[in-house]
């Protein structure tokens, strides 16, 4: 079994910043990508960003420039910094993981989200 645990949500105001987190725990063996999406009330969730095990990232259009996401390959955690926030940013944020567990086994799956307000 594999948990997927996110934080660091909350209400800021535009032009703030946020952090999240999210920890991996369980049956892992080895991570093979790590990522964060958005769902925004109405509409479909989506990807913000997303890092491989070789530190390779991709991120949304929206997120260029303001959003980085990064990974402690040691402590099975991934973050997004998100800078610069809009109103449009507002969403609940899901951490996804891809993975190999202790059973050589494949993983993918969701944590419970974290809610992220921008204000205008």
């Known amino acids: 079994q594999v948990q997927l645990v996110e934080s660091g949500g909350g209400l800021v105001q535009a032009g703030g910043s946020l952090r999240l987190s999210c920890a991996a725990s369980?049956?892992?063996?080895?991570?093979?990508?790590m990522g964060w999406y958005r769902q925004a009330p109405g509409k479909q969730r989506e990807l913000v960003a997303t890092?491989?095990?070789?530190?390779?990232?991709n991120y949304a259009d929206s997120a260029k420039g303001r959003f980085t996401i990064s990974r402690d390959n040691a402590k099975n955690t991934v973050s997004l910094q998100m800078n610069s926030l809009k109103p449009e940013d507002t969403a609940v944020y899901y951490c996804?993981?891809?993975?190999?567990?202790?059973?050589?086994?494949?993983?993918?799956?969701w944590g419970q989200g974290t809610q992220v307000t921008v204000s205008s």
């Open positions: 996804n993981a891809d993975l190999i567990t202790t059973g050589l086994g494949t993983y993918n799956g």
């Open positions: 369980g049956r892992i063996f080895r991570i093979r990508a």
């Open positions: 890092i491989t095990s070789g530190d390779s990232t």
